[in-house]
């Protein structure tokens, strides 16, 4: 049913306030598409709502996304089709699925990732630019209150924010849930009811049914603004630590890959505790994608190993941390890998970010500072290449015989006693020509390699990207 036309009281028309809210975090833009999603309760229909409401002034393309968890069986089949029907009636695009959750675990963050993908996807799809959620103020003070009572930094007391990744926007994020309420009532709005908000088995309903009640009243009448208003303050102050800690990052970063990030030790011990873990947060998020498996706990870890010169730590399930002077390196398991070398050529090695060139240069063209001006260019006897040209990493029973020295060396004591610390060893490449290797790529070319006065042309193989490229030149 469409809201009623009349005129709406002052007291209780939100569109004045919810526009400034929107104005002054620079949310929407004229010629926007907002996603909006919508599961028919109070809170989605008033955005929906207002929104439409701003469509025209702001040339909004609205478009309505519901997603039906399949968790309340008939009620979530009655408000998937609520929604639809909504929808029609406000001549509004709507996209709808159904999801399977599962049980296991927290079914409810279950269905919250699931419907943010599903809205994600919608955007994507449609072009859209913005997603619009429903979130009250009253949301962000059982928020605030549920991270204090669970353990949270400054990232997590600031609560919700009103603008995320310049994706998600809340613009009822100032707004209390009673005076969506009154406005519901005072537009005529139909919406739909969830019960399961009453149950008091979840903490977040104890806290909006037990707890914030029980501080109203004994304590402070206005907690749900003053919560909302500190979650508004830290926000600022994270903003300013998170920003400082991407600063602190960039100096202390000494190379960054898929698998690896290599920090000076000392720039990271070297700041203030506050930044140091805000530091070490962004260094994780940055091999992993989220921060989300890092805890305090992990962090603490980390921080012990200022205590030893030398030692690692696992901080998640595919994430360690290596203490060896003066590196502080993140590090997730590097694959074992294989590949054809193209002479001459370029190859890329994908699992260590780098990449190989070759090319077969007369004799008479290479100069002898050429030899060795480079720790990852190798001048190579081409008639000593037997067999295919290959890159691989190390093996457990690789040897070969480094040149410079008498007999043959395990490749991995040539890693330990040249200080290549463990997590970084499986990164080293090894050149292969056949079966044997010709260069442990960055440190010692084999005596077989070596160019002579016999040689008649030289296979010049250069290694570009990687860690070692970054770090060890940089300490030559």
């Given amino acids: 049913m469409k809201p009623s036309p009349g005129a709406?009281?002052?007291?209780?028309?939100?569109?004045?306030?919810?526009?400034?809210?929107i104005d002054g975090h620079d949310m929407i833009r004229p010629g926007d598409g907002i996603v909006i999603g919508v599961s028919g309760g109070p809170d989605s229909v008033t955005l929906l709502d207002l929104l439409s409401r701003l469509r025209e002034s702001l040339d909004l393309r609205l478009f309505v996304a519901h997603l039906n968890h399949q968790l309340r069986g008939l009620a979530s089949d009655e408000d998937h089709q609520f929604v639809m029907d909504l929808a029609a009636t406000m001549d509004l695009p709507c996209f709808s699925e159904?999801?399977?959750?599962?049980?296991?675990?927290?079914?409810?963050?279950?269905?919250?990732?699931?419907?943010?993908?599903?809205?994600?996807?919608?955007?994507?799809?449609?072009?859209?630019?913005?997603?619009?959620?429903?979130h009250t103020r009253s949301d962000q003070a059982e928020t605030v209150l549920m991270r204090l009572i669970r353990g949270a930094g400054t990232t997590g007391l600031g609560g919700i924010r009103?603008?995320?990744?310049?994706?998600?926007?809340?613009?009822?994020?100032?707004?209390?849930?009673?005076?969506?309420?009154?406005?519901?009532?005072?537009?005529?709005?139909?919406?739909?009811?969830?019960?399961?908000?009453?149950?008091?088995?979840?903490?977040?309903?104890?806290?909006?049914?037990?707890?914030?009640?029980?501080?109203?009243?004994?304590?402070?009448?206005?907690?749900?603004?003053?919560?909302?208003?500190?979650?508004?303050?830290?926000?600022?102050?994270?903003?300013?630590?998170?920003?400082?800690?991407?600063?602190?990052?960039?100096?202390?970063?000494?190379?960054?890959?898929?698998r690896?990030?290599?920090?000076?030790?000392?720039?990271?011990?070297?700041?203030?505790?506050?930044?140091?873990?805000?530091?070490l947060r962004t260094a994780f998020f940055r091999l992993r994608g989220c921060a989300r498996g890092l805890d305090e706990k992990g962090v603490s870890r980390i921080e012990g190993l200022y205590l030893t010169p030398a030692g690692s730590v696992h901080v998640s399930a595919d994430i360690s941390v290596h203490r060896s002077s003066p590196w502080l390196i993140l590090s997730r398991p590097t694959p074992a890998f294989e590949t054809d070398v193209a002479v001459p050529g370029v190859t890329e090695i994908p699992e260590i970010g780098a990449f190989v060139e070759t090319k077969i240069r007369p004799i008479g063209d290479v100069q002898p500072d050429e030899l060795s001006s480079d720790p990852f260019r190798a001048c190579i006897d081409r008639d000593a290449v037997g067999g295919r040209l290959t890159l691989r990493n190390r093996r457990r029973a690789d040897r070969f015989a480094p040149f410079g020295l008498s007999g043959t060396q395990k490749v991995s004591d040539l890693l330990i006693n040249l200080k290549i610390p463990r997590p970084l060893r499986d990164e080293v490449p090894l050149l292969l020509g056949g079966q044997a290797i010709l260069w442990v790529v960055g440190l010692r070319t084999d005596r077989s390699t070596a160019v002579t006065h016999r040689a008649?042309?030289?296979?010049e193989v250069t290694l570009r990207g990687g860690w070692g490229e970054t770090v060890i030149s940089s300490q030559a």
């Fill in 456 to 459: 008649r042309t030289v296979l």
């Fill in 8 to 21: 709406i009281s002052t007291t209780h028309d939100l569109l004045p306030e919810v526009q400034s809210y």
């Fill in 162 to 258: 009103p603008v995320r990744d310049g994706i998600w926007i809340r613009p009822l994020l100032g707004i209390s849930r009673q005076r969506i309420e009154e406005y519901v009532e005072h537009r005529n709005l139909h919406v739909r009811h969830d019960h399961s908000n009453t149950e008091t088995r979840f903490l977040r309903n104890r806290i909006r049914h037990l707890l914030l009640p029980e501080i109203a009243s004994e304590y402070n009448p206005s907690i749900e603004a003053v919560l909302a208003r500190s979650a508004e303050i830290i926000q600022g102050e994270d903003q300013l630590l998170g920003q400082q800690a991407e600063s602190a990052f960039r100096e202390a970063l000494r190379y960054e890959g898929k």
């Fill in 260 to 279: 690896k990030i290599i920090l000076d030790e000392n720039a990271v011990f070297g700041y203030h505790i506050a930044l140091q873990r805000r530091l």
């Fill in 98 to 134: 159904r999801a399977t959750v599962s049980a296991a675990g927290s079914p409810e963050a279950a269905a919250r990732d699931a419907r943010l993908g599903f809205l994600k996807e919608v955007m994507r799809d449609i072009g859209a630019s913005r997603i619009a959620l429903g």
